[in-house]
């Protein structure tokens, strides 16, 4: 008996993939409504208020507090090194691919809206990691912690924080790694022709070499790649905005015009242009979606503070120097169209030949000062190290989740080896997906793990801020600042009762 005809099979599966698509796409404008983007504005303006605008007074102690560390704890990575891996998870595929999303469904002004997520979001960042760094835990000769650590001990709500374990487990263990990994293949497919799908087995053994090293090896590997890659970059957009240096005026007049309804062309999406950049804001500088809280505990200091004031800097390198860097460049050339994203209405075309938003739109600007294929290959090799860096930070997510998740002993090693095996499968899938589908289900993700942090660290603030006053009142006395839970009546802060504990 012989089975379907393969055209039949074919066709199942092309419906099969549009239902997954229709669904992710459904899903991700539920959890995306309005409501989210409202809260983490709202939540972001909120903590600038209430810390007095930290991310601006203390800018200078953010620079200097990156080479900081507490000696005294043998435990842990240095802030550096937290910072790197924070960097890690927040510079990936968001700061290429996201921007032209951003950009080719809310138009130039999408990116204001970025960068006003990103400068509230310090705010959002600092608590979260403030928080994490009260409520952390020693686990194994490191420091575990993150927003479910802070949901149990602060708000002692421990089916809430198992919950959020598991949204973060399937987002960074599952959803997210594909999009990261999608970026990638089809930089790496569109430069030198070789299948998404040996990209993906190739991502997945390097991934394999690091992961198996644990937070060490992470730590290491983020600290040179991430802030090399950074710099590198910046420096190519600077290069590329001075040789358009004519076109650069306008570039921010059409910004700062579309940001606020009064483009000629784009003033009839403002709606869609602040959500879109500030979904991908968030998506890409991880303010207040919860995930940065999880390698700020990692890190060794004397106070909560010093670590958040760390992980707010890390905001402003991802949004306001890299982001920047990928929007400017795209605009000073014009690689870009912008479409409304519910009527499929073209509102501008670039005169170059370009689809729907995706990595190519940085490329073909890149490729104006050097050409196609060295353009293509270098917005590959740059998203290839950002995306890769990121994916280790999703890892080390989700490997938290199994901590807290597990605990100690046999069912905690047998569940991580779980799920590095899950990951790497993740990453090989991501690499065949179709690009929005993979964009939409992240995008679910992220915003999953955003409403429940952002409602919790509103309801945990005030710990944040007496942590804050505690440190700054210490700065003014000539001290180094230390932290002391019973002293600011802080309770359920076990690690700082004996922080050198090994």
């Not at 979606?289 to 390198?317: D, R």
């Not at 000539?478 to 700082?496: L, Y």
């Amino acid at each position: 008996m012989t089975g379907p005809p393969a055209s039949v099979l074919q066709g199942y599966m092309a419906l099969l993939s549009i239902s997954i698509e229709s669904l992710s796409q459904t899903l991700s404008s539920i959890v995306w409504s309005p409501a989210l983007v409202a809260l983490c504005l709202f939540s972001a303006l909120y903590f600038s208020i209430r810390t007095r605008f930290v991310q601006v007074r203390r800018f200078g102690a953010m620079a200097r507090l990156l080479f900081s560390t507490d000696k005294e704890q043998k435990t842990g990575i240095s802030s550096f090194q937290a910072f790197a891996m924070a960097l890690s998870g927040r510079v990936g595929t968001g700061n290429i691919v996201g921007v032209a999303t951003a950009i080719g469904y809310g138009g130039p002004g999408a990116i204001v809206w970025m960068w006003i997520i990103a400068f509230l979001g310090a705010g959002s960042a600092f608590v979260e990691a403030t928080l994490a760094q009260i409520y952390k835990e020693h686990h194994g000769g490191q420091y575990r912690g993150g927003p479910s650590y802070y949901i149990e001990k602060g708000l002692r709500c421990k089916w809430l924080a198992v919950v959020f374990s598991v949204c973060s487990l399937l987002a960074c263990g599952l959803l997210l790694p594909q999009v990261q990994c999608n970026g990638i293949a089809i930089a790496v497919a569109n430069t030198i022709h070789i299948p998404p799908v040996y990209v993906g087995l190739g991502v997945a053994f390097v991934l394999g070499l690091v992961i198996i090293g644990g937070v060490t090896r992470i730590a290491n590997v983020a600290q040179i790649v991430a802030p090399f890659m950074a710099i590198l970059y910046i420096i190519l957009a600077i290069v590329v905005l001075i040789c358009n240096a004519s076109a650069i005026p306008s570039v921010f007049a059409d910004m700062f015009k579309g940001a606020f309804g009064m483009h000629e062309l784009f003033g009839g999406i403002i709606g869609s242009t602040i959500a879109w950049g500030v979904k991908r804001g968030i998506y890409s500088n991880e303010a207040g979606q919860g995930t940065g809280p999880i390698v700020a505990a990692a890190a060794k200091v004397s106070h909560p503070v010093k670590q958040g004031l760390v992980q707010a800097f890390s905001v402003y390198v991802d949004t306001l120097l890299v982001c920047s860097a990928t929007a400017v460049m795209i605009m000073a050339v014009k690689t870009y169209n912008v479409m409304d994203a519910n009527t499929g209405e073209v509102l501008f075309r670039s005169a170059y030949n370009l689809g729907a938003p995706d990595v190519s739109y940085t490329s073909t600007a890149i490729g104006t000062l050097l050409g196609t294929t060295p353009g293509n290959v270098v917005v590959a090799v740059a998203l290839a190290f950002f995306a890769f860096t990121t994916i280790m930070a999703y890892y080390y997510y989700a490997e938290t989740s199994i901590v807290y998740l597990f605990g100690k002993g046999k069912k905690e090693q047998v569940a991580i080896r779980v799920l590095r095996v899950c990951i790497l499968i993740a990453v090989v899938f991501g690499s065949m997906k179709e690009a929005r589908t993979a964009w939409n289900a992240g995008d679910i993700g992220v915003g999953a793990m955003a409403w429940i942090n952002i409602i919790v660290i509103l309801l945990l603030s005030p710990k944040a801020i007496r942590a804050l006053k505690d440190y700054e009142k210490q700065e003014k006395e000539g001290k180094d600042p230390v932290f002391d839970p019973q002293k600011m009546n802080v309770e359920n802060a076990d690690f700082w009762n004996n922080p050198t504990k090994e």
